[in-house]
């Protein structure tokens, strides 16, 4: 008997479902910091560089689960990646060399590779175009919904139960992925647009010439730098400052509630003018917070301050960025495309969290990383500038919409 009506908002529940729970679930990554690296023993680099190489295989797998979606479809996709993020969840618990942290991290890479850029491309297709930006900036919320509510029950387990407790607690909070999966199955359509006659390659060529994707893909680099950085090493940069260590895991979960209303801002925002400037906006107020904060005294207000501002920019970028990825190229292969801007991303992240454990063993500080998160944002404000959102002549019956 079929109890529920197909319908593309089920789609969109499905995708924010998805999105909720990994994103959640991964920026409690932080959290395992101190706990794993005081097991084995090792300074902070090998858990940044374990988890950095846990980022660079989920960049490296985005493009490739991408245009798996854009080929078989979402919701068998999203199954493949939830079965491989819990499996990585519960090596993760089993930890005790160097060769399970590095290969728990590596799984859980690939498991959340393409999740995100999936959700976001099956949103957009369908959901007809005058609400796109909208919807968009909901699935992004939901993302930063589940780092304000998975974060705390992460950091909870961890300090009554162990990490080892946690990291099982985290692979069944992982499990509701895989009846998202059927959800989307059911209720998926591409009925909303008509597909242009190019191949995946002819498209991606095509993307490789084209400069705003190009200037757009590096700009997101840096994104990524800066969300990996802080959301690895922020708890252990406020332990170093003797600050308690619940304020670790309010700090990153203030930093999701205030991204549900950054992301359905600039959500918004982003359907009424330039997703480009508003991009160049966001990137050189990331780049003033930074330095307020590096020169701030460190204390419980200055934190809970700066972590409520960055915030409302975290991952506002990324609805913003998918959205001109579209309006660009349209959405035939929109999943494989931001796939490709996405591995930008995950570089950048590889970089930020591999590099502040290395500066920090090296100089005992991270100072250095955060003037570099000063200098990335102002850089990326400036790339976004010349950036050209008209609709690419090629692709552009796809934008017709079926009356």
Not at 280 to 296: E, G, N, V, W
Request: glycine share 10%.
């Amino acid at each position: 008997m079929n109890l529920l009506k197909k319908s593309p908002y089920y789609v969109v529940f499905g995708a924010a479902v998805t999105v909720f729970i990994t994103l959640g679930l991964n920026h409690s990554n932080g959290l395992f910091l101190l706990p794993i690296t005081n097991e084995l023993n090792s300074g902070r680099e090998l858990f940044s560089l374990a988890g950095a190489f846990g980022i660079l295989f989920s960049g490296i797998g985005a493009p490739f689960f991408g245009a798996l979606s854009d080929k078989y479809g979402a919701g068998r996709t999203i199954f493949i990646l939830g079965l491989l993020q819990i499996i990585s969840w519960i090596w993760v618990g089993t930890i005790n060399s160097e060769f399970d942290l590095f290969g728990s991290r590596i799984l859980m890479g690939i498991g959340q590779s393409g999740v995100l850029g999936i959700a976001l491309s099956i949103t957009g297709r369908s959901i007809n175009s005058k609400n796109k930006s909208v919807f968009l900036g909901v699935i992004m919320a939901s993302g930063s919904f589940g780092q304000f509510v998975m974060v705390p029950i992460v950091n909870y387990f961890i300090n009554n139960f162990g990490w080892v407790y946690s990291s099982v607690v985290a692979s069944i909070l992982i499990s509701p992925l895989l009846i998202m999966s059927i959800l989307i199955s059911k209720n998926s359509s591409n009925q909303n647009f008509i597909d242009n006659d190019q191949t995946i390659y002819e498209s991606l060529k095509n993307a490789i010439k084209n400069r705003s994707y190009k200037l757009l893909t590096a700009g997101f680099f840096v994104c990524g730098f800066h969300v990996t950085f802080v959301s690895t090493h922020l708890p252990a940069f406020l332990s170093d400052n003797n600050l308690e260590a619940r304020l670790a895991g309010f700090a990153l979960a203030l930093i999701g509630l205030f991204n549900i209303f950054g992301t359905l801002s600039f959500g918004y925002l982003g359907s009424k003018i330039s997703k480009k400037n508003l991009l160049s906006t966001l990137y050189s107020l990331r780049s003033l917070l930074f330095l307020s904060f590096i020169i701030a005294p460190k204390n419980e207000f200055t934190v809970l301050v700066f972590s409520a501002t960055l915030g409302i920019l975290w991952l506002s970028t990324v609805p913003l960025t998918n959205g001109i990825i579209t309006d660009i190229f349209g959405h035939k292969y929109s999943s494989m495309l931001f796939g490709f801007t996405l591995m930008s991303h995950h570089i950048g992240s590889f970089l930020g969290s591999w590099l502040g454990g290395r500066i920090f063993d090296l100089y005992g500080s991270y100072s250095p990383v955060w003037w570099l998160c000063v200098i990335l944002g102002f850089t990326a404000a400036l790339i976004h500038f010349p950036i050209n959102t008209n609709v690419n002549l090629s692709n552009a019956n796809e934008y017709a919409i079926k009356t």
